[in-house]
């Protein structure tokens, strides 16, 4: 009896989770891979996201910022668990009239806090966002 109750078990499981993967319900690769992305609204008219992931005992992180206009040029910089480590200068080109930055940071041990800004000197406007990985 106690056999029959766990062949029937495995293959209830084996039918759930063939089932999943035939219906798309199962996780989507890059959660599988550990990818966090956050994406939001600027200051103005522009929109920003933030992505991050492990690679190799490092962070790969991106971010982007779409204002829908070329040449326009906006400092930026990343930031871990406070602290600035990359900053620079970017300039939205066609065709789509935005800008992206990735980098390779450190991954310490334990929970990390990244964080993006990037502001248009000439308008203004501010685009920031942060998530944990």
Do not use: Y
Request: hydrophobic share 35%; proline share 4%.
């Amino acid at each position: 009896m106690r056999h029959t109750r766990t062949s029937a078990a495995i293959a209830t499981m084996s039918a759930t989770a063939v089932a999943l993967v035939l219906t798309g319900a199962a996780l989507p690769a890059d959660a599988a891979r550990g990818e966090v992305i956050k994406q939001g609204n600027c200051s103005g008219t522009a929109d920003w996201k933030l992505k991050a992931k492990p690679d190799d005992g490092r962070l790969e992180v991106e971010g982007e910022v779409d204002v829908n206009r070329n040449g326009q040029r906006w400092n930026w910089k990343i930031v871990r668990n406070g602290n600035v480590v990359v900053n620079g200068t970017s300039t939205t080109h066609a065709p789509s009239g935005s800008f992206s930055v990735q980098r390779r940071i450190g991954n310490p041990a334990g929970t990390d806090r990244i964080g993006w800004r990037a502001t248009n000197p000439a308008t203004g406007q501010t685009c920031q966002g942060s998530l944990s990985i």
